[in-house]
């Protein structure tokens, strides 16, 4: 066959030309043939053509979340994150990504990815659009029909190997094709199934649809799968979606990123049942009916042991979350084992942030003297005589509480919380100011377990939609021999606040002699 070089069009007519075109197209059946979607777009009694190189195109108006591939800006009845348009072999699909006003095909609102036939109208809000995939691969993103220029193929991205070092991006390789899928011996199933790990507990999703977006729940987009629980999870974090039997995960612009075993993803990757995907704390595995694995097989890592013995779930975390509740479920000593407390972590309803632990400091360790070492050894010696001198258990703890503020810099609200074994309960005894304390009771447990004191700090408030109105802290478990008594609590909230180790060892002493002084007076008022 003779060269199809630009010399040879000359000689040709347009339609003997764009005939040779189509025959070598067919005959080369190659899947790169379909490239790129063309749209005629029917907006305010205007008509435009729009061919756009790309093979899956979302449909929106411009904004800071999420790239938008067909900007109908001038159209208000349309959402930012409206709808997605994607060619799978031949086929054009749609699917609505939780728009407000909804996606009809041909008059009637889509609730699912459906396939698209050449004459189909899509309407979304008051613009109209038909759209189809071109074959002719080189027309150049916005270009008018009939002008074929040199096209460019899609880059997709590798799955991350799980050597690739923490930090380290992937970047896209042109050469590397969609993968195919493994022969199966059953049809493909059109859900996906996700493995949720977070706070040391898992649970199972399945979503059966061919798309889920990950993130917070917000009023633009439907969320489905809602990680609210970790304030590093933006709103609109991830996708995630499957193709003949095959799981594919793409950051969306996130602010704290992707990472797929362990390397952060710049893009879209393949992952597979036993990936790691992480997103803020939290960690995912991802699988469909048509995997070649229906379940994955994840290791568990080894949890931290009790001193009994036992396996415990208040292990060490990145985050822990934080509540504002009346009172605390108490894990006694013995019915701390992640078996226990598993079907009650999953019953938790979403924190209101989360802190992340940045010093802690055994209950046996000796005094520190620095920082706030003189003036607690100034009251020391009358701390005793305070607390006899008090009516009850609860004119101590406030008594307390309001001291802390003058023992200690920084310190602008202060917390007795109490345990209560008979009804299984951490309850408050005491606080200053009078607005509701809140608690960590995930890493109240484990300064109890560990038999330590904690200083933490707030998880960044860059994404959380329900601030907190503190930044740092201690936490400092009162024990009187073996047996836990309640937690002591001061917070400050002036950003970017921290408390020293010598705060936390004056805290932690004399944390250690309230808790003599309230069992004592305690077993008094219980008449024990």
């Known amino acids: 066959m003779p060269s199809k070089g630009a010399s040879m069009y000359k000689k040709m007519t347009f339609a003997q030309a764009d005939l040779l075109k189509r025959i070598d197209v067919e005959a080369v059946r190659s899947p790169i043939c379909w490239r790129m979607l063309e749209f005629e777009i029917r907006q305010d009694g205007e008509v435009r053509d729009l061919v756009l190189d790309k093979t899956e195109v979302v449909i929106g108006r411009r904004n800071e979340k999420r790239e938008v591939g067909l900007d109908l800006t001038p159209d208000d009845l349309v959402s930012r994150v409206h709808a997605r348009v994607w060619i799978d072999g031949s086929t054009v699909m749609i699917e609505d990504l939780g728009s407000s006003g909804g996606t009809l095909l041909n ?90 790990s977070i706070d040391g507990s898992t649970e199972v ?26 304030l590093q ?13 095959i799981c594919w995960v793409e950051d969306l612009g996130s602010t704290h990123g992707t990472r797929v075993n362990g390397a952060q993803i710049d893009g879209a990757c393949v992952v597979r049942p036993d990936d790691q995907v992480q997103i803020g704390s939290i960690v995912l595995h991802f699988w469909t009916d048509g995997s070649a694995k229906s379940k994955p097989t994840i290791k568990k890592q080894d949890a931290p042991v009790t001193q009994a013995g036992d396996e415990t779930a208040f292990q060490a975390m990145d985050s822990y979350p934080v509540y504002k509740e009346d009172n605390y ?18 019953s938790r309803k979403s924190p209101m942030g ?29 701390l005793p005589g ?29 917390s007795l919380f109490v345990i209560d074994s008979t009804q299984g309960r951490i309850k408050v005894l005491a606080h200053v100011p009078s607005l509701k304390p809140i608690l960590s009771d995930t890493l109240a447990h484990r300064a109890l377990e560990m038999r330590k004191a904690f200083a933490w700090q ?10 907190l109105s503190m930044n740092a802290g ?55």
Do not use: M
């Open 205 to 230: 999703q399945s979503f059966a649809r061919g798309e889920i977006l990950i993130g917070r729940k917000h009023p633009e987009t439907e969320i489905s799968l809602d990680l609210s629980a970790d």
């Open 386 to 414: 305070a607390f006899d001198a008090q009516k009850d258990s609860i004119s101590l703890a406030q008594w307390l509480v309001n001291q802390l503020s003058e023992w200690l810099e920084g310190v602008q609200r202060a």
């Open 107 to 196: 008059g009637n609102a889509i609730t699912e990815a459906l396939a698209l036939e050449p004459s189909d109208e899509v309407t979304v809000g008051d613009t109209h659009l038909t759209i189809r995939a071109t074959k002719l691969a080189g027309r150049q993103s916005g270009t008018p029909r009939g002008r074929p220029k040199k096209g460019r193929s899609r880059r997709t991205r590798p799955r991350p190997k799980p050597i690739a070092p923490p930090g380290e991006k992937i970047e896209a390789s042109a050469k590397v094709e969609r993968p195919k899928p493994e022969p199966e011996s059953g049809p493909v199933g059109n859900t996906i199934h996700v493995e949720i």
């Open 458 to 467: 707030q998880v960044s408030k860059n994404e959380s939609v329900r601030r």
């Open 329 to 346: 479920r108490y894990h006694a000593p013995g019915n701390r084992s992640q078996e226990d407390l598993e079907e009650i972590f999953l």
């Open 474 to 528: 201690l936490y400092v478990p009162l024990v009187a021999g073996d047996e836990e008594v309640g937690i002591l609590c001061v917070e400050d909230t002036v950003e970017d606040a921290q408390f020293s180790e010598g705060q936390l060892s004056a805290l932690t002493l004399i944390g250690q002699l309230t808790a003599v002084h309230l069992q004592s007076r305690l077993w008094r008022e219980s008449g024990n």
């Open 233 to 245: 999870v933006s709103r609109t974090h991830a996708r995630a979606w499957q193709t003949r039997g």
């Open 354 to 382: 989360r802190i992340r632990s940045t010093q802690e400091r055994a209950l046996s360790a000796p005094f520190l003297r620095s920082g706030d070492a003189a003036t607690l050894l100034e009251i020391l010696p009358d």
